[in-house]
């Protein structure tokens, strides 16, 4: 077992534990928090698989608990479900020493920490991710948040979570498929800031895309010490946050005209295409070399996720464009993307030329 720290200037310091077995000690580690009830937000898949687990710890170490089922998917990230999950911890009566459990994947997160953020100004949750992509990413950190039409996580909170328990084993019931989404996010770490771990994922470390656990808990840890070291300096993505996103805008973008159907595309695939956009439009641009293009493409494309946009479906330039300058990072109408100088080397690039972006997406097989 690890514990990482997350701390900053601006939230309450917690920890994020990652090993194994963790579902059953959970119980244990949240009855610290809990001073009253607690409501286990979750999807009904999950509900199914890992509900009992939980809710039977809770129960040993004297939690009272309920649980609160929403659809699967990424359609749950939305204004009525959000609503739904209020009037829920309404009608159950929580107050505001109560906690929510966050129990799944990056929706329920998402969701479930937006609810807690809003419920009575602010209440405390916990973050039990059961995917990878959660474990590694958007479970650490505080960003919550719905989609819209519009595009993915406009309307949100940074909300920090009082304590993450990051269980491996549970990683042992997902499809192959999410695992690999997951991938895509633990790959993302290293291409920012870390070439030696990067190294790893391309080499002995890729047996975790396969679902190996003692890769992924390997991966999963130091996934969260570079997150956990980047939100500690800042927290509302001010700065140097934002190079958490790298691939997201141009993810995001293709995401959303999908429709944020994960059946079509999941979101760790969109931010594998996303990453390898990134770095094919900054060797456009001179910054990195063709090398590290190919590199990047090649360990990609090794995990089983797309590398390029014909992958993911048939798009018009101008729509990603309008859709890029939609994202949460653009400033005054203008472009910022997180481009890299090379493998462990992403910047933040702001003021970023709109028609640049758009000849490449074209070059990227978009049409005018």
Known sequence: MTIIPVSGGAFAAYDVVV????LAEAGVRIAPLAKGRTVVVTDETVAAIHGPALTASLATAGVRSEVVA?????GSKSF???EQVLDRLLEIGLDR???VIALGGGVVGDLAG???ALYMRGIDFVQIPTTLLAQVDSS????????TPRGKNLVGAFHQPRLVLADIDVLATLPARQVKSGWAEVLKHGLICD???????AGEGAAGAAGDPTALERAVIRSVE???AVVGEDEKEAGRRALLNLGHTFGHAVETEVGFDEGALAHGEAVALGCCMAFRYSAREGLCSAADVERVETVVAAAGLPTRLEQAGAFAADRLLALMAGDKKAEGGALTLILARGVGQAFVAKGVDAAKVRAFLIEEGATA
Do not use: M, N
């Open 70 to 74: 929403v659809p699967s998917g990424e």
């Open 114 to 116: 937006l609810a807690a």
């Open 80 to 82: 009525a479900q959000l």
């Open 19 to 22: 090993g194994r077995g963790l």
């Open 195 to 201: 070439a030696a771990f990067f190294d790893w994922l």
């Open 226 to 228: 570079i997150k956990s």
């Open 97 to 99: 020493k109560d906690v």
């Open 140 to 147: 650490v950190g505080g960003k919550t948040a719905i989609d």
